[in-house]
Nanobody, 120 residues
């Protein structure tokens, strides 16, 4: 059974930083592409950062230069370092496992997510 446990969210002021973590069981981060999604209240879930098995990373324009995706295959854990946070980054963040076929396609495994709120 595949399970994700996301953590590290919270309330932060604009300009602050957070590091999200996602620990997985039942699936290997080393053997798959991985990604972070977010879903703001009333909006569709969107892809914010992805990492292919090769290590090549991609970011949405809204977070490029501020967010960094990474993984620790020994711990089967992935991370999202978020700097210079803005109020529009407020959302529930979810980790994902999937594959690249021109674009990132997630497998249908989702955790509970972790809430990030950016507000003064």
């Amino acid at each position: 059974q595949v399970q994700f446990v996301e953590s590290g969210g919270g309330l932060v002021q604009p300009g602050g930083s957070l590091r999200l973590s996602c620990a997985a069981s039942g699936i290997s981060f080393r053997l798959n592409a991985v990604a972070w999604y977010r879903q703001a209240l009333g909006k569709q879930r969107e892809l914010v950062a992805g990492s292919a098995k090769s290590g090549i990373t991609t970011y949405s324009d809204s977070v490029k230069g501020r967010f960094t995706i990474s993984r620790d295959t020994a711990k089967n854990t992935m991370y999202l370092q978020m700097n210079s946070l803005k109020p529009e980054d407020t959302a529930v963040y979810y980790c994902s496992v999937g594959y690249y076929n021109g674009v990132y396609s997630p497998y249908n495994y989702w955790g509970q997510g972790t809430q990030v709120t950016v507000s003064s």
